[in-house]
């Protein structure tokens, strides 16, 4: 009888331990290296900004973070890993409208559901898309693409299948009455139309915005909603005719569903740090990159309206991935 009362008591002190041991283990984090996953190649917005996370983490906690590149199928190959990894804390993605927006809506068997498989901590920042051509066209204006492309075939590449550049594409080939072909090119979309592969890229600012300014592209239109001073002579698709081309693609940080909460508490306390320092900030600017100060609570909040925005017009746009 005495031995049948002492089993709650050292349930209860088994469990006291491993909740304590829990805590101190958050307390320590990190306590060694931690991966940064980019479920893209190099190169791209996410690859630009993981690498920029990675860096002004490892300052802020004195331990090193470290980007691994782990592209493929328009992001899901990273980002499911990442959904199956250890809730340790050493295990960080860099999410991204694609893989987690709109992808899931596209393909049943992505192998994760975006919001249940992930611990969303702290938003990184929002890009929109350019539509940039390579000089060797000899188009500089959106009147002059639309009237070439009614006259012969003519290809867009973008980040990849089911991204926001696809989605767009679609829509301006309906709203615009062409037929431009989509070359779905992950994290390889600029290096696509700079060696004169593909005419055409729709694809993120950040990747496209050097070689704008340096001529190497043509910039045709931008899917923000006015002139953005970064790039001041680059007209947006709303004041060419074209209000519907407005659309913008957010990277956050985020992690294995079960992270602990003071992990990620101290991760969004950093990050949120880190996008509101002046030199961060003054890059943004120049890269016309947008940022929002979130909680935990408000990351989760405003992905939620994203993916009840995209989802429903990535499947309206029929497509299919299997």
């Known amino acids: 009888m005495r031995e049948e009362t002492l089993h709650p008591i050292k349930a209860a002190v088994a469990l006291a331990a491993v909740l304590l041991l829990a805590s101190a283990r958050a307390e320590e984090w990190p306590a060694k290296p931690v991966r940064v996953v980019v479920a893209f190649g190099a190169g791209g917005s996410a690859d630009i900004l993981g690498r920029l996370v990675a860096a002004a983490l490892s300052e802020e906690f004195h331990q090193r973070f470290y980007v691994e590149n782990r592209p493929g199928n328009s992001g899901s190959i990273g980002s499911a890993m990442v959904a199956r990894a250890e809730p340790d804390g050493y295990t960080l993605l860099i999410g991204g409208s694609g893989p987690h927006l709109t992808g899931p809506a596209i393909n049943p068997n992505i192998g994760y559901d975006p919001m249940r498989d992930f611990t969303h901590i702290a938003m990184i920042a929002g890009d ?43 829509q301006f080939n ?19 139309v700079l060696g004169n592969h593909v005419p055409l890229a729709l ?95 408000g990351v989760n909040r405003f992905l939620a309206d994203e993916l009840a925005h995209w989802a429903p017009l990535a499947k309206q746009a029929g497509l299919r991935v299997q």
């Open 203 to 297: 694809t993120t600012v950040l990747t496209v915005g050097e070689h704008l300014r340096s001529g190497a592209l043509v910039g045709i239109a931008l899917t923000s909603p006015a002139r953005n001073p970064a790039f001041p002579d680059i007209p947006t698709f709303a004041e060419l005719g074209y209000p519907a081309m407005r659309g913008s693609t957010w990277f956050w940080l985020t992690a294995p569903r079960g992270l602990p909460p003071e992990v990620v508490e101290k991760l969004n306390g950093a990050m949120r740090r880190i996008v509101k320092a002046p030199r961060v900030q003054a890059y943004f600017a120049r890269q016309a990159l947008m940022t929002m100060d979130l909680d935990v609570a």
């Open 174 to 192: 309906r709203l615009a009455k062409v037929d431009i072909q989509h070359i779905p090119a992950a994290g390889g979309a600029v290096t696509d």
């Open 128 to 170: 929109t898309y350019a539509l940039a051509a390579n000089p060797a066209l000899g188009v500089r204006t959106l009147d002059q693409l639309i009237a070439l492309a009614r006259e012969k075939p003519l290809a867009a590449a973008s980040p990849g299948p089911g991204s926001l550049g696809h989605l767009l594409l679609l």
